[in-house]
């Protein structure tokens, strides 16, 4: 290997398909036309840089936006991150769902401040030993906020590379993992590393699109492998299709005087310290009405039942199919032990519920409908 001019890596150009030291030259004159102008583009801050990357994983930036700047309005440094009690973190999270990254954040925040500080570690090895963040999230702080060039390889950055080797294996194994990120790190540009994991970001995000790529309008057309065979629809090849099994629950509209029982799940765990209505599976070959019958019984909210409607939720590793069954004609009954609160609608609306519950909140309560929905 050796290094050229722009103080790019050069191998021998017989490895690969095209001059590698091409690439960042165009990516940079491309974003310098066409890069997005985002809120967390405007700073330096690797506080501010962090949280929009973890907040982007997985979610689009119309969703992030106004998260991202509720949660820097609530906390405007990592020092007042790190001293949020845990629910208010929670709470300013809640609706963007993977809620362990919420935790991890937490988390991070406090080590930043407890052994660095307050200030953000310059390496990716520093940054990837806080909670929540891989190498290429410490890649992108790395470059984005600190100016040096450090590989990233998130979703949009794979798939560009994937079409620009023509990579027609699965793109999940291990073996595609090292390709991918030695091609990540041979392409990242030495000189304004900044842009460039901006730039090579944005291409993945509005050009090198998942389903319709704008190959006429990108800068690295002449040189993409995936292009010249045609094969830029059909990659990245795709995931062979897993069943994911189907989880049946019913969750009880308690009502007494227009408020209803709600209360937090355990702080640690799945979807921990966010709030839930009464809920439990169903056993086999049981009614949703059967169940509620069950579940009232050991809350001892025993009254009059009625199906509502149902709904389905996806979660990565299972599809939850949830019945609401509304309780009303409750007398002085005490309930059950744990944790439990009767809130009104507007309280309700502000409450941290998680995903699926919310769902049936905005579906059920708030607009008072009732039937089945499928999203
Ligand atoms: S030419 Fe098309 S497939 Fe190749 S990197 Fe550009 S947009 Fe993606």
Partial sequence: MTINCRGTARRAPTEFPFDPTEVAP??????????????WRHTRDPYRIWLSEIMLQQTTVTAVIPYYQRFLAAFPEVTALAAAPPEQVIEQWAGLGYYSRARNLHRAAQLVVGEHGGHFPQTV?????????????AGAIVSIAFDRPAPILDGNVRRVLIRLFAYASDPRGTKAEHALWRWAELLTAR????????????????????????C????????????????????????????VPLRRQVALLVEREGRYLVRPRPAEGFLGGLWEFPVADLRDHETPLSAAG???????????????????HAYSHFTLELALVRVTGLGEERVAEGGWQWQGPGRLA??????AHRKLLERFVLTGASGDSNE
């Fill in 350 to 355: 502000e409450t941290p519920l998680h995903g």
């Fill in 216 to 243: 006429p309008g990108c800068p690295l057309a002449a040189l993409c492998q995936a292009r010249r065979h045609g094969l830029e629809r059909q990659l990245p090849a795709a995931r062979p299709r897993k069943s």
């Fill in 191 to 214: 000189e304004r590393p900044h842009d460039y994991a901006q730039a090579i970001m944005d291409l993945g995000a509005t050009v090198c699109t998942p389903r319709d790529p704008d």
């Fill in 125 to 137: 090895e520093a940054l990837a030993a806080l909670p929540g963040i891989g190498r290429s999230t």
């Fill in 294 to 312: 069950r579940l009232a019984q050991e809350l001892g909210v025993v009254g009059r039942q009625a199906a509502v409607g149902r709904l389905k």
């Fill in 26 to 39: 165009r990516l940079l004159a491309w974003y310098g036309a066409h890069g997005r102008n985002l809120p």
